[in-house]
């Protein structure tokens, strides 16, 4: 099968999210992309590698996706996940930053709480010593564990996304997922977060 017809069958199947990425107008197209996905992207880099570095390289993903427009299949994937994969290997360049963003969230995560309601301040003690011993954690998993398990409760892609995104077959993530969500839940405290709750193991 040509390119043009690959482009043509993604097309059919996923729509506006397969695009003809080799076209003559690209401006359009990847102002469509960037308006569509940048927020979600942003959102997922922040969430692991911090705000400042988040406004960096979610610039970095659009410009290496526009350099790289021709190596895109979009029978392989859609754009949304083969912008995830690029982000997810700028983040492995900036691993070291990732870990001390995440061990400096275990250690100083949360703001002062305010007097009030004697519920509230302790739910939002509990909520700081969750999301500390989280942080703790997800600095501690192997980065292939912590990509898969951030790329479906932070980015929200589904096991067949996360799979095209890696490179793995869609069982293995969903294998690794309940691996390490499992060994999360095994060092947590009694009540985990619902931000690793979630499961996104669809196709």
Not at 49 to 61: K, N, Q
């Amino acid at each position: 099968m040509t390119r043009a017809e690959r482009y043509a069958a993604a097309g059919a199947a996923g729509g506006d999210d397969r695009p003809d990425l080799c076209g003559p107008d690209l401006q359009p197209i990847f102002q469509s992309l960037f308006d569509r996905h940048a927020r979600d992207v942003r959102r997922y880099l922040a969430s692991r590698a911090g705000p400042v570095a988040a406004d960096d390289l979610v610039g970095e993903t659009f410009l290496i996706a526009l350099q790289r427009r021709a190596s895109y299949d979009p029978a392989r994937a859609s754009a949304r996940a083969w912008l995830f994969g690029i982000a997810t290997n700028l983040l492995r360049q900036h691993a070291r930053a990732e870990i001390r963003y995440l061990r400096m969230t275990a250690r100083d995560h949360g703001t002062p709480v305010a007097h009030g309601h004697a519920d509230r301040v302790a739910d939002q003690v509990d909520a700081q010593v969750r999301v500390r011993e989280l942080a703790a954690a997800l600095a501690g998993l192997a980065p292939g564990d912590r990509d898969v398990l951030l790329l479906s409760s932070w980015g929200e892609l589904d096991a067949s996304e996360i799979g095209a995104v890696l490179g793995i077959p869609a069982g293995t993530v969903r294998s690794r997922l309940h691996r390490v969500r499992r060994l999360l839940r095994a060092r947590a405290t009694p009540k985990a977060p619902p931000s690793l709750e979630g499961e996104r193991d669809d196709d």
